[in-house]
């Protein structure tokens, strides 16, 4: 006893993570971890459904971990009568030498995959959850290294601790912040250490970009403002990508008057960053646009105070743009990518734009704004036309649109307008492994009559009545777009996690980042891209 005491105190003593200094962290929000640490390892291993009381069915990796350890963990699991249910965890002490922890998760049911209802692989999605739970509970008991069993699919199994450990504490003192945790896959049974590690790696960075999306869009908006914005992505960027930083007199001369209608309210200037990733030589790139409203108050047409602190997420289709980017880059697909992102505070003001003010957008269409909390449209408009200028092969946007999304469809799935089949297809199937869905919506000429029926101008930027609201704010943009393969994602239902997504913590969610990687990978093998 007195000798456990001693070892829980050393231990806490050990645990000195450093940071950077405060300045640095405020300014940037990102923390770096220091190398010096105690660390105590754990080992979460996969078991399969199974009503039997008398035998366990154990993943490959967890089989063989049993076999070296002369069946103690088989015998300890069958001690209790109830089988382990999937999402169920049972943790284990002294089992090993080399373990503090050994924690056993349930998987689900053996062989399950693809169901059609859900439009989700269920195998995958169940092994994220489960060693999602796994690393959260070690974290809780103090264990700072820990192995994971791959569950027979190690991608989903990176995903799912990668993007289970994450936390934006940057901003709290040091204790109140979440101890950090290494994470690493448990090959040592493995027939192909390496093949294992790569698909290891390559969940791993898919995570990363999420959490790359989920860091920006948590970041407090006086500290992320567009200027801000636009450093961190050269930061977190510019040695994979060339990062342009255009200013609100570029956007001037550009003709962009639709975008700028919604900046002039707020004293930080406009930004509109142009990205290129060239993993392969090519004319038509990929491109994609994303929303960044660093924070949408609705600017006149002023939004309710109660939970406006969540609009500082309002650039979270941005964000999904530079997450995606990111891990592309990091997995350095062989693909040709631009994005375009125009960044700007919606704010009331003397300077600010008055409902029933007319604008004009860079392709020359006036648009009558009555309603200035309708701005996420109004920046993408220019957006969507400076980027037809670079003959993409596809154009695919992703805003915090419309309220209207979420009330359709809340956090079950993003969104979808397009005018291709093929290019919906393609998302979906990429949706289907990334386990972050995907619902199409129409681009009915019926939500274009409601915004061309306009007083002043060609356009309105509402669409008279709150029916349809998504569908109305997808035909105004379609007003801006010529390409054949335009993909827009209305993301604002999915914006933030309540607990729906059990392998995503509480908070900015960084969706649809991964399915969008799965998709320009998918994109990727076809020819032209
Ligand atoms: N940023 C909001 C949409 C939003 C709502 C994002 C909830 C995330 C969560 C957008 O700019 C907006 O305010 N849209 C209005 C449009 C309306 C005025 C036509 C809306 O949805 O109410
Ligand atoms: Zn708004
Ligand atoms: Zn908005």
Known sequence: MAASIVKRVSRVKKLNVSHISARYKLLTGFRHFSTSKQWNKALVLGVYENESTDSIDFTGTARKFDEKADGKIS?????????????KTRTLHAVDPEFSSVL???????????DELETVDKGR???????????????ELGENEI?????????????????????????KAEKSRKPAVRISCATRYSQDKNSMEKEWRKGAILAEGQNLSRRLMEMPANLLTPTKFAEIIKEQLADKCEVLVRDKDWAESMKMGSFLSVARGSVEPPVFLEIEYKGRQSDSPLALVGKGVTFDTGGISIKPSQGMDAM????????????????????????HVKA?????ENMPSGSATKPGDVVTAMNGKTIQVDNTDAE???????????SEQFNPSLILDMATLTGAI????????????????????????????SGDRVWRMPLFNHYTKKITECQLADLNNIGGSRSGGACTAAAFLKEFVNNKNWLHLDIAGVMSNSGDVAYLGKGMSGRPTRTVIEFINLMSKETNN
């Open 75 to 87: 015998q300890l699991l069958l001690t209790v009568k109830k089988p382990l249910k999937c999402g």
């Open 104 to 114: 056993v998760t349930c998987i689900g049911k053996r062989g399950e995959g693809y």
């Open 125 to 139: 999605e169940s092994i994220r959850a489960a060693v999602a739970k796994a690393v959260l509970q070690l974290r």
């Open 147 to 171: 192995e994971v069993d791959s569950c027979g699919d190690t991608e989903a199994s990176a995903e799912g601790c990668h993007l289970a450990l994450f936390s934006y504490d940057d901003l």
């Open 312 to 335: 500082r997420g309002d650039m979270g289709g941005a964000a999904c743009v530079a997450g995606s980017l990111l891990s592309v880059s990091k997995l350095q697909l062989p693909v």
């Open 340 to 344: 375009f992102i125009p960044l700007c």
């Open 376 to 386: 996420g449209r109004l920046i993408l408009a220019d957006a969507l036309c400076y």
């Open 406 to 433: 979420d009330v359709a469809l809340g956090a079950g799935a993003a969104g979808v307008f397009t005018n291709s089949e093929n290019m919906w297809n393609k998302l979906q199937k990429a949706s289907v492994r």
